[in-house]
């Protein structure tokens, strides 16, 4: 069967993958390779505080992995990744396609690639700005014209 588009969101131990966060991509990538996965993107999202305790790890962060794989596997990588003790959680979903990047970017020997960009601000609304020409919430008239 072909191989089909996969997102995979993993949540690593923070103070392990931290210190040497490359060995930590390099497991990940490894464990999907050695399942026959082509990786198209590995993204290092964000190192955040947990709402609750996961194997008493308070800190995780988040990688996001983009590869191909055959949709008769998914569930033995889900295994595997359920049993490794690195990856605290681990969520593989079908995806369409890949998305803009976010955040960092990884080759799956851990070498950092490069990093997302930020975004431009959008222009404020009119009602945010005031004066002369803004129109008003739900086209009320203001009270000083209704006297």
């Known amino acids: 069967m072909d191989a089909r588009l996969y997102e995979g969101m993993f949540l690593i131990d923070a103070a392990k993958g931290g210190s040497d966060f490359s060995a930590a991509v390099r497991q990940i990538a490894g ?4 399942h026959g996965a082509q990786i198209e993107r590995v993204e290092k999202w964000a190192d955040n505080k947990l709402a609750y305790l996961i194997r008493q790890v308070e800190r995780g962060i988040y990688v996001l992995v983009h590869f191909r794989l055959d949709p008769q596997l998914v569930a033995e990588v889900r295994r595997d990744f359920t049993l490794s003790e690195e990856v605290l959680r681990v969520l593989i979903l079908r995806a369409d396609s890949v998305p803009e990047m976010r955040g ?5 020997e851990g070498k950092a690639l490069e990093t ?4 431009p601000e959008a222009a404020a609304a009119p009602e945010a700005v005031g004066g002369a020409g803004a129109e008003h919430k739900n086209d009320q008239v203001p009270m000083t014209k209704l006297q």
């Open 104 to 108: 960092h970017i990884y080759s799956p």
């Open 31 to 34: 464990l999907l390779q050695r």
């Open 116 to 119: 997302a960009q930020p975004q």
